[in-house]
């Protein structure tokens, strides 16, 4: 398999090179034309070569027996084949083909004359994992649709295909629903934000907000879909929902009106159960089935305090109604309506794995954030999973012990921890370990207030989880002579990435104090959280 940065452990270098002209052509079949049209979109800025249609220079092919997401790269001196036996191999064959060429291919212009050449070789390649997947939570600092928009095209450049979009929280409505425009109207901005960790009690004073337009969903789908990635959205249910809540209070326990939440950490304001409420949010998945064709949404389930409910008329009414023993119960009874609704609707539910612990229906996948014990529960309760471990691949924790890291929260998760990730946990057996989907990152937002900031936390720890996700490679050292060079094109890009020596003076953060803490203390917090949990 081909590193994803590259270094092919199925490459057969051949002598000499070939060399780009200005009449180079670029062919492909019918059938895998996208890959063409995106790679000439890609290199022309930059190379100022138009590579117009016609045979031989560069050929996308297609044949039988590859993977969906498999393909073959060789070039001779003479010519370059990309063979595959779907679009997604052919788009994947041509971003390793812009990765053999100098960094300045990934400049969007010109920056002189140069030759533009690849060597000589043979790649055959494929993914390890059908799920490469990033999170990235826009409900805490809203992620301007432009500067998401480049995120998608730095998940593909690294082969990643799922973009995990967390639209709803306490601190922020991000999604424009037409029945209910006061989601976006009230819920899409908070008054103030925490400047550092929740402890420590600071405000910056300075609303925020923002909120993206169905057609803006509609663009960001279909430019993903464009580049191999698949949106996944997320509704929070029935916690992380006040931003909700404070839109339309009918949808909460209190009499009181509330604010967006201006707190970080985990909010005892619930949805209640009242039949409206559950109505209410029906309404608003089938607004996303609309705007997000792919297979999977996310319904959360995750982080739900009972106290409200414990304490509410209603809430017990309803247990007593449905014959339930308790408030969890009654969570478990919530949110198998909406993953009933959604395998109703053709849908695959997402959920975390919190829903495993009043049992959940087939068809639904667990994404598993609370280490490997919810993994192997999952798994063996017939689930699929998408694994997401809170220790591993969580990109908001530090980078390095030392005050310099910006807003240091959580254990250190190094660069080196993320390249030797491996999202199946020990113990299965391989029918098991076919139910493990992949893996995916999550950069939380709540200390990550920029796309700058958010450039630092992700790269290069980001292309380290890819290449985990896509290839076994697992040699550090390798990684790291291969990085030296990756960084250049992360430098034609524009991505602010840590460098290895630490932060850039500018990428620092005094006037935000973290909470470090230890991966013991770390590991500790995850047994507490599992602990009614058994294998």
Not at 40 to 61: N, Q
Not at 151 to 166: E, S, T
Not at 200 to 216: A, E, L, M, V
Not at 517 to 532: H, K, P, V, Y
């Amino acid at each position: 398999m081909n590193a994803t940065i590259p270094a092919p452990a199925r490459r057969t270098p051949g002598e000499g090179r070939f060399t780009f002209t200005a009449t180079t052509p670029l062919s492909a079949d019918p059938a895998l034309a996208r890959a063409a049209e995106w790679l000439r979109e890609a290199l022309t800025p930059a190379t100022g070569l138009p590579l117009p249609e016609g045979p031989g220079g560069v050929e996308i092919r297609l044949v039988a027996g590859l993977g969906p997401e498999e393909y073959r790269l060789t070039a001779t001196t003479e010519s370059v084949l990309i063979e595959a036996t779907g679009p997604a191999g052919a788009f994947y064959g041509a971003q390793t083909l812009r990765q053999l060429l100098d960094p300045a291919a990934f400049r969007a212009g010109r920056t002189g004359d140069r030759t533009w050449s690849i060597p000589a070789t043979e790649i055959t390649d494929a993914p390890r994992y059908g799920w490469r997947g990033c999170l990235i939570d826009v409900a805490r600092h809203f992620l301007p649709k432009n500067d998401l928009l480049r995120y998608i095209d730095l998940l593909a450049a690294h082969k990643l295909n799922v973009l995990h979009l967390h639209l709803t929280d306490d601190q922020g409505w991000r999604l424009e629903i037409r029945k209910y425009p006061r989601l976006t109207e009230v819920g899409a901005w908070r008054h103030e934000s925490p400047v550092g960790a929740a402890r420590h009690q600071r405000f910056d004073g300075r609303p925020h907000g923002g909120f993206y337009s169905q057609d803006d969903i509609r663009e960001i789908v279909s430019y993903a879909a464009d580049r191999f990635v698949t949106v996944v959205p997320e509704i929070d249910l029935p916690g992380h929902t006040q931003a909700a809540i404070a839109a339309y209070p009918e949808l909460g326990n209190l009499d009181d009106r509330l604010p967006v939440r201006t707190e970080w950490g985990v909010g005892e304001n619930v949805l209640n159960v009242a039949d409206d409420t559950i109505a209410f949010f029906t309404d608003v998945l089938d607004e996303v089935l609309e705007l997000f064709p792919g297979r999977y949404v996310c319904v959360g389930g995750d982080e739900v305090p009972k106290t409200q409910w414990n304490e509410s008329v209603p809430a017990k009414e309803r247990i007593r109604e449905l014959g339930l023993h308790d408030a969890d119960e009654l969570q478990t009874w919530l949110m198998r309506h909406f993953t009933d609704y959604l395998l109703s609707r053709g849908r695959s539910p997402l959920g975390w794995d919190e829903l495993l612990e009043g049992g959940l229906p087939p068809g639904v996948t667990v994404a598993a954030w609370r280490g490997d014990k919810c993994a192997v529960l999952a798994v063996r309760a017939g689930h699929d999973v998408v694994v997401s471990p809170f220790s591993e691949t969580y990109l908001d924790f530090r980078q390095a012990d030392g005050d310099q890291e910006p807003v240091p929260i959580g254990s250190v998760t190094s660069l080196r921890a993320v390249h030797a990730f491996d999202p199946v946990p020990a113990g299965l057996d391989a029918e098991e370990r076919d139910r493990i989907l992949g893996a995916q990152a999550a950069l939380w937002t709540e200390h990550i207030d920029s796309p700058r900031l958010l450039d630092y936390m992700a790269f290069p720890r980001l292309a380290a989880f890819a290449e985990a996700m896509w290839s076994g490679e697992r040699d550090f050292a390798d990684f790291l002579a291969r990085l030296a060079v990756h960084e250049r094109r992360l430098d034609a890009l524009g991505v602010e990435y840590r460098p290895a020596a630490g932060p850039h003076p500018w990428q620092r953060r005094p006037d935000a104090p973290g909470h470090p803490r230890t991966r013991a203390e770390i590991d500790a917090q995850l047994a507490r959280w599992t602990s009614n949990l058994r294998l």
